[in-house]
């Protein structure tokens, strides 16, 4: 806990060194090269958090179509909220597919149901 608060006390600090000295001529090179390698680290992370986060196709095609509206310069809060609702369809939609699949398998694969409607035969739908 210790070393979280003097991180977030060292990042407060080049926070404020950057906004007070940023602008100065001086101080521009050196901005310019760290610059990319901030870059670098945080694609390095999202390409780690994304593996991580990337469960299912589902999941896959949701953050694809996030990124591509983020990028056309829709808001990132209707983003992240139409994101998420998706996410929630899906999993219902997914669920009560589930849930007729099951419902349907046990219909059609009791003997007795099939000796009293030979015509239902569906042995390779499900």
């Given at each position: 806990m210790l070393l979280y608060r003097s991180g977030s006390t060292h990042h407060g600090f080049f926070a404020w060194?950057?906004?007070?000295?940023?602008?100065l001529p001086r101080v521009q090179?050196?901005?310019?090269?760290?610059?990319?390698?901030?870059?670098a680290v945080v694609v390095s992370l999202m390409i780690s958090?994304?593996?991580k986060?990337?469960?299912?196709?589902?999941l896959g095609i949701i953050g694809v179509i996030a990124a591509i509206a983020t990028l056309a310069?829709?808001?990132?809060?209707?983003v992240l909220f139409g994101s998420g609702l998706i996410g929630i369809?899906?999993?219902l939609v997914k669920k009560q597919l589930k849930?007729?699949?099951?419902?349907?398998?046990f219909f059609y694969k009791s003997p007795k149901l099939q000796q009293q409607?030979?015509?239902i035969n569906c042995s390779g739908f499900f």
């Amino acid at each position: 806990m210790l070393l979280y608060r003097s991180g977030s006390t060292h990042h407060g600090f080049f926070a404020w060194l950057y906004q007070r000295y940023g602008q100065l001529p001086r101080v521009q090179p050196f901005l310019y090269g760290i610059e990319p390698a901030i870059i670098a680290v945080v694609v390095s992370l999202m390409i780690s958090l994304g593996r991580k986060a990337l469960k299912n196709v589902e999941l896959g095609i949701i953050g694809v179509i996030a990124a591509i509206a983020t990028l056309a310069g829709v808001n990132e809060i209707y983003v992240l909220f139409g994101s998420g609702l998706i996410g929630i369809i899906i999993h219902l939609v997914k669920k009560q597919l589930k849930q007729v699949k099951v419902f349907f398998h046990f219909f059609y694969k009791s003997p007795k149901l099939q000796q009293q409607y030979p015509i239902i035969n569906c042995s390779g739908f499900f």
